[in-house]
């Protein structure tokens, strides 16, 4: 049987470098220093694009999109206006990459907290062009199916009956660039209720973004120390309460919920 795992080789030597805030309070954050930052892309308002100062990834262009000059924001807390206008220049630099045809696929992410993966708390996402791998080959639409929380013409926001890793993942699809306002509503409706309502402690989630079948796509992960089925058999799970998180959002978030469709 062929079997191909595409791998990422890592840079030691670079990533033992990397200033880690999120384990080390100690550590001064150099995306507050903003004076001092190099290599600015581009900006808008307190969003600063720019490239990744330590690229750990070989074979790939890694970039970082500083989301503001809070270092203690994240969606959750931000305006619906900076959140909108984040996910607009966010996308829009993603496209960019993707259209100058050097990669095979370009990604988009957001680790935040101790078990996202990240090393910075400062809030930020990473666009990635990937040289040699192309993330759609392991992608299925079944990743992106669930029961519907809300939804109207051209947006949804569910909760995954078949995770990519596992327990509970939500899904936020939009079919046009126009809808992103109401990306940015549910990303935030979803960021708070993980963050104050979830599940006690939850400090860390991933923002992945995929386009898929003409959409545009966020999965929101909440982040526990992974099963070990998923580590050793890639076998996901899924929650057996799924409902009750559903049931749990229409309610603590109505008011927001139905602005969205007025």
Not at 54 to 83: A, N, R
Not at 112 to 135: A, C, E, F, R, W
Not at 150 to 160: C, R, V, Y
């Amino acid at each position: 049987m062929d079997i191909q795992n595409e791998v990422l080789q890592f840079k030691m030597d670079i990533g033992i470098k990397k200033p880690d805030s999120i384990k080390n309070k100690e550590v001064k954050c150099p995306f507050c220093d903003r004076e001092n930052l190099t290599n600015i892309i581009d900006t808008y308002g307190s969003i600063i694009y720019l490239d990744n100062k330590f690229p750990t990834l070989d074979d790939t262009y890694q970039t970082v999109i500083i989301e503001s000059d809070d270092c203690s924001g994240d969606p959750s807390k931000y305006s619906l206006t900076h959140l909108t206008d984040l996910l607009t220049f966010a996308i829009d630099k993603w496209d960019e990459m993707e259209a100058t045809g050097q990669y095979k696929s370009v990604i988009l992410y957001k680790n935040h907290g101790p078990l996202s993966g990240g090393t910075l708390s400062h809030p930020h996402m990473q666009i990635v062009g990937l040289k040699n791998i192309d993330y759609n080959k392991k992608i299925t639409d079944v990743y992106f199916e669930g029961i519907v929380i809300s939804a109207d013409k051209g947006f949804e926001l569910n909760i995954s009956t078949h995770p990519i890793m596992g327990f509970r993942e939500f899904n936020i699809l939009i079919d046009d660039k126009k809808f992103i306002p109401q990306m940015g509503l549910y990303l935030q409706i979803v960021t708070h209720y993980l963050l104050n309502h979830f599940y006690k402690g939850l400090e860390s989630y991933n923002l992945f973004f995929y386009k898929w079948n003409g959409k545009i796509i966020c999965k929101i992960l909440p982040r526990f120390v992974v099963s070990p089925l998923f580590i050793g058999y890639s076998i996901s799970q899924v929650s057996s309460q799924l409902e009750v998180h559903k049931d749990q959002i229409l309610s603590i978030y109505k008011k927001e919920l139905e602005s969205i469709s007025s």
